[in-house]
């Protein structure tokens, strides 16, 4: 009796031990022996794994980097993903995997459904996971486990784990940030690995993150799945989708082309996406000029001055600024705009340009445009441009707002725009103006680099109106102010207010109109 039970556990051994190194050596090979249970329909079909799928399963064992995976919806990633988890627990020993979850019921669903796979998979499968013993937020199987918990400030930090998985990890309800340096710290000390993934939700961390991953900054291995991963979907599928759903952006969250999409569609930008996309189709192109200035416009092909338009006799301009200190941060813009067309013909930027010899490069661009009348943003590096601009090049034609003193209730008129936040403040007021010229595509913007700022410009879950991660807000504010001051000043008012012939020849400085908002 005992001879003939040894010859068992040994046979059930080797054969344990036969599949577990197929396993290791041809991780796809586990396809086939899973079936899928379909939860709508409660059906169970064999799985026929995606291209993609087979691709994520042979890579678990040769490639240990921290990776990260942006995904649409409804490609089966949650799939692939349980079978992934399963052959860890399967055919390697002592792991301690953590999966880290946006809720209870997400946490609690994760370790249901690694069940159904075992229990609707293939006997042998059964078999080698004899041992496998789920129990609420947790499963165990030999001298490893798997544990699915809700993501809090201190989720991982109790144990050394191989392996944490971030389950839509774009969506917890925590400071990501701060989660995700404790999450490093934890993985340093056990030297295992993170693979964190999501679809999109907006511009939060998770996008910051794909941003340092995809520019090589964040030591993270990125992967873009789109509505494409599947292949049966074609252009026809894609149409015949769409047209379900009540409105583009949403359904391009659910089914993103690109990367780009996936994160503008997810979140709140402040601008029309598709009309910007037909304004950059419509305008945007190589200057027909770059250069720089010194007493006057010279061709330099580096030269951060642009040029698409050269001025034109008797033609009607606005020149913009958005300042900024040259300290290869943000950038100093200045664009040159067609008061009739509202298209741009001209702009500055540069991030290196010191404060003066910036502010005196757009009076020289401004005066090449028929002495331009400019508006510049009133804050605290725009206060030092205004004063060069009106006290050290005298020039007098610059926009003016009217301000009234609440002590003394008179009104008091301020060279440029003063933006305050907050709702209904003035940059809630410029912006509002600007996204109603995009949305009726009553705007030419010729600089791509402008356009892509738009479209990378948000609104965040408190309500701020900012740039995402690695893009500036400087060509928006700029050409925000172009929009604006069309609007405050239409060409006939323009034409009433100066006479063109004295506006070319007379720079009294108390000449012009002054109008607030």
């Not at 609707?120 to 947790?138: E, F, G, S, T």
């Not at 509505?227 to 993103?256: C, G, I, M, T």
């Not at 290869?328 to 298209?343: E, K, M």
Request: aromatic content about 12%; proline content about 4%.
């Amino acid at each position: 009796m005992t001879l003939t039970k040894d010859i068992n556990v040994t046979a059930k051994s080797a054969k344990y031990d036969f599949f577990r190194n197929k396993f290791m050596e041809e991780p796809s090979s586990i396809f086939n022996f899973l079936n899928i249970y379909d939860y709508d329909t409660k059906e169970i079909s064999p799985f026929k794994p995606y291209p993609y799928q087979i691709h994520v399963i042979n890579q678990l064992f040769t490639d240990p980097s921290d990776k990260m995976t942006l995904k649409g919806r409804q490609i089966g990633f949650t799939e692939v993903k349980l079978v992934e988890k399963l052959l860890l627990l399967l055919a390697t020993t002592r792991e301690r995997i953590l999966v880290s979850s946006i809720g209870d019921k997400e946490s609690k669903k994760i370790i249901t459904r690694l069940t159904d796979l075992i229990q609707n998979a293939h006997p042998i499968i059964k078999y080698l996971m004899k041992d496998y013993n789920p129990i609420a937020h947790r499963a165990t199987c030999g001298d490893s486990f798997l544990e699915s918990t809700t993501t809090t400030l201190k989720t991982g930090t109790s144990e050394n784990y191989t392996k944490i998985y971030g389950d839509e990890f774009a969506k917890v309800e925590v400071d990501l940030e701060t989660f995700y340096a404790s999450l490093l710290s934890t993985m340093s000390k056990s030297r295992g690995n993170h693979d964190l993934y999501s679809s999109a939700w907006g511009m939060n961390y998770f996008y910051t993150l794909w941003m340092e991953a995809v520019s090589q900054v964040r030591p993270l291995k990125p992967t873009f799945l789109s509505w494409q991963a599947v292949p049966s979907r074609d252009k026809k599928w894609y149409e015949l989708e769409k047209a379900k759903f009540p409105n583009l952006l949403l359904f391009k969250q659910e089914h993103p082309s690109t990367p780009d999409e996936a994160f503008i569609a997810s979140g709140s930008p402040m601008f029309d996406n598709e009309a910007l996309k037909e304004i950059m189709e419509m305008f945007v192109q190589d200057p027909i000029a770059r250069g720089i200035f010194m007493d006057e416009f010279q061709s330099n092909e580096d030269g951060p001055v642009y040029v698409w338009e050269w001025p034109e006799e008797a033609e009607f301009y606005y020149a913009t600024i958005d300042g900024a200190e040259g300290t290869g941060n943000d950038y100093f813009v200045s664009h040159v705009i067609n008061a009739r067309t509202n298209i741009d013909v001209a702009m500055i930027r540069s991030n290196v340009l010191d404060i003066d010899v910036a502010a005196r490069w757009a009076v020289k661009q401004a005066q090449m445009y028929n002495n331009a009348m400019i508006i510049c943003e009133r804050n605290s590096v725009g206060k030092a441009i205004i004063n060069t601009i009106y006290n050290y090049c005298d020039y007098g034609n610059m926009y003016r707002t009217r301000d009234v003193v609440k002590t003394s209730h008179q009104s008091t008129n301020n060279i440029g725009f003063q933006s305050t936040g907050g709702k209904n403040g003035s940059k809630e007021i410029l912006i509002s103006c600007h996204a109603a010229a995009i949305n009726n595509k009553d705007i030419g913007m010729r600089d791509e680099h402008t356009v892509k700022e738009h479209m990378y410009y948000y609104m965040t879950g408190d309500g701020k109106m900012e740039a995402a991660h690695g893009w500036n807000d400087d060509c928006v504010i700029s050409r925000a102010l172009g929009s604006f001051l069309i609007k405050e000043y239409p060409v006939p008012d323009y034409d009433e207010m100066v006479n063109l012939n004295d506006r070319l020849t007379n720079f009294s400085r108390n000449k012009y109109r002054t109008k607030g908002f």
